[in-house]
């Protein structure tokens, strides 16, 4: 590799493997941690991978930086991307505070994840810049996004919005039942919540307000707003 570090063709497709499994998008040599471009790696794994395994590849790659794309927001300051954490109760769901730069300058480092702006004197529906329009960037995401067939149902919208920590999820494949990361877990047609599983006349019951993973249901529209209701 460039780096001055060898792989093989085979230890490559190992590493690579591993990358996409755990969600990420980046090839750091896992001798030296010089990232490698991805023209590098794509060079060799054409080595021993089909011209529909690499479009197999690049598919899963565009999915991981998508799904952490809509994730993420970089300090305006110290560039670093932040993440906001699942659980943590928000005063205004666009204010956040870099951790890294209120440690450094002893102050808190606060801006707004829309406009990457400083904070002002914000409230519960704005940060206080006259410029920032305080639409959440996810928004565009749910609004916009491309609509997909999950079992029988059609024009389901492939990307949805955790309504506990607002996390957009990205549908690939397989059932409608989606578990956020956070725990919250409901159905990604008809957006109902899942329950708690219970006995019922010696039955077991799943949960489920909609039936089995495959089950038809109702499409929900689409998503408005962030945190649209309280989740139970």
């Not at 493997?17 to 490698?36: E, H, L, Q, R, S």
Request: one cysteine or more; charged letters at 20%; hydrophobic letters at 35%.
């Amino acid at each position: 590799m460039p780096c001055g570090c060898v792989i093989g063709p085979d230890a490559m497709k190992d590493y690579c493997d591993t990358i996409i499994a755990d969600g990420k998008f980046a090839f750091p040599c896992p001798n030296c941690g010089i990232v490698w471009r991805l023209q590098w790696v794509r060079h060799v794994l054409s080595a021993i991978q089909t011209e529909d395994e690499m479009e197999a590849f690049s598919f899963k790659l565009n999915d991981n930086f998508i799904a952490r794309e809509l994730t993420i927001q970089p300090c305006p300051h110290c560039k670093n991307f932040l993440e906001r954490h699942p659980t943590a109760p928000f005063l205004n769901q666009n204010w956040v505070q870099c951790p890294k730069c209120t440690a450094e300058q002893g102050r808190q480092v606060e801006f707004c994840w829309v406009c990457l702006q400083p904070w002002k004197k914000g409230n519960k529906l704005t940060c206080g810049n006259a410029n920032c329009t305080g639409k959440d960037p996810r928004l565009k995401h749910l609004q916009t996004c491309p609509t997909k067939q999950i079992g029988k149902v059609k024009e389901v919208p492939t990307v949805r919005c955790c309504v506990k920590c607002g996390t957009l999820i990205l549908h690939k494949d397989k059932c409608k039942h989606m578990a956020c990361k956070c725990g919250y877990a409901f159905c990604f047609i008809c957006l109902k919540p899942k329950t708690k599983s219970s006995f019922h006349n010696l039955e077991f019951v799943t949960g489920w307000q909609c039936g089995k993973a495959y089950d038809l249901c109702e499409v929900a529209p689409r998503q408005q707003v962030i945190f649209e209701k309280e989740p139970p």
